[in-house]
């Protein structure tokens, strides 16, 4: 066919061209999986799958709203005990296996490039999917549909490294056939990402061998992997992400909630009263005073009386330990918005604004104080305590896989229904953290939050003396980083 003067032929016949390569991709994998679906060995494969399901059950808590894109016989939607469970997957086969094995999960025949279920999920699984895609980008697309702000979307996929050994373990028979495959890597998958307005939270390599040895196969995929070099060795990537935050007009200004721990600050209670600005619709400070000697809660009382047109709770905590003490003021705070505000004003109250812009503006879920970038003043941190804080912030920036640089700021901000979302999941951790600072961190951390570190200056105390007891809690730090290597690494 002959192209005319505006070259429209041309372009149609590639359109048709175009189409067809798409119909044929399409129709070789839909053939494929049908077969699979009817095969009874599925290859060596049980042990990495098993591995897939551990994994994903600790990154996707049970209770959520879940949805799988290419979910195979639904084994791993299962896996995560899912309030509402959907799968998708374009192999009628595979769809009618999945529907017999999981009955109480509902699974659906539709092409991951453009089904529409009209419903959106706080979890989205691609697991070991975007390698048999025509088109990533359009299926992501598909997957922000789906989404909220809150959504995260976990995908994993081969390393390409692992390339020639799949090759020959499919000659070999020892693993099921595959047809030919998009090999990205994870730069590749954080581009496309971008591209459809997803924003990534972390990345990391899992499964080093996907074999079921005794003792060895559980040492090298929960220990070793994570170390380099042996982490550039993994056979599957991880990346989770979460929609960009987006600006939509006009929308409801946040309430906030400053909770302030306070033992022993008497000195620095009119200035907090004076010195804490109002933000968003409102702000509310919530004192929560810890058994103190110098008559703090007589001065909250006395202040609260003297500035009436200030929102302001007062409560008496009954346990112990500014962790406590910050989980009551959280159960009690009206605000959407939650801030913690320690009491010592080391960190001036005059920058809490700029942490709220910070959440409100979505760049966080999780906005944290950092106090080693800007100089400090004189005697606001010793030698040995400025030290430890550095070496705890690499070990914490490893554990969480987020650059955390420093983990004990007290001034911590993040939305109340985040929190909640924390304090549910708490029973993974327990009641393990006498600070407060961890409980968070690893609640974000597991949850796939994105956590964004905020500069502060740190001051000088002008009242009181600290209650950090150096040795002891830097005991405590070390227990907490031995914690989470069980509790958030080695999983």
Known sequence: MKRDGTGKVRVEEENVSESTACERFRAERVAYWNGVALRRWQGIGGYYHR???????????????????????????????????????????MVKRASRRHPGLRFVHADAHSFCLGETFDAIILSDLVHDLWDVQAVFERAA???TPRTRIIINSYSRLWELPLEAAKRLGLARPLVSQNWLTVQDVSHILHLTDFEV???WSEILWPFWLPLIAGFLNKVFVRFWPFSQLAMTNFV???????SDGAKVVPSVSVIVPARNEAGNIPAIFKRVPEMGSGTEIVFVEGGSTDGTFSSIEGEMARNPGRRSVLLRQEGTGKGDAVRLGFSRAKGDVLMVLDADLTVPPEDLP?????????KG?????????????????????????????????????????????????????????IAANRAYFGDFDPFGDFDLLFGAARLGMRIVDLPVRYRERVYGTTNIERWRHGWLLLKMVLFACRRLKFV
Not at 354 to 362: I, K
């Open 201 to 203: 939270v972390r990345t």
């Open 145 to 147: 549909r789906h989404s």
């Open 51 to 93: 591995r897939l399901a551990e994994i994903f059950r600790f990154l996707i808590p049970p209770g959520q709203r879940v949805l799988e894109i290419g979910c195979g016989a639904g084994d791993l939607l299962a896996a995560v005990s899912p309030a509402v469970g959907v799968g998708i997957d374009f192999s009628e086969e």
């Open 354 to 362: 700029r942490f709220y812009e910070a959440l409100d503006s979505g």
């Open 240 to 246: 989770v992400a979460r929609p960009a935050p987006r």
């Open 365 to 421: 879920d999780l906005i944290n104080g950092v106090r080693l970038v800007y100089p400090m003043e004189k005697q606001a941190m010793r030698f040995f305590n400025l030290l430890a804080n550095k070496g705890f912030s690499l070990a914490f920036w490893w554990l969480l896989g987020q650059p955390v640089k420093d983990t004990l700021c007290g001034t911590k901000v993040l939305k109340r229904t985040d929190y909640e979302r």
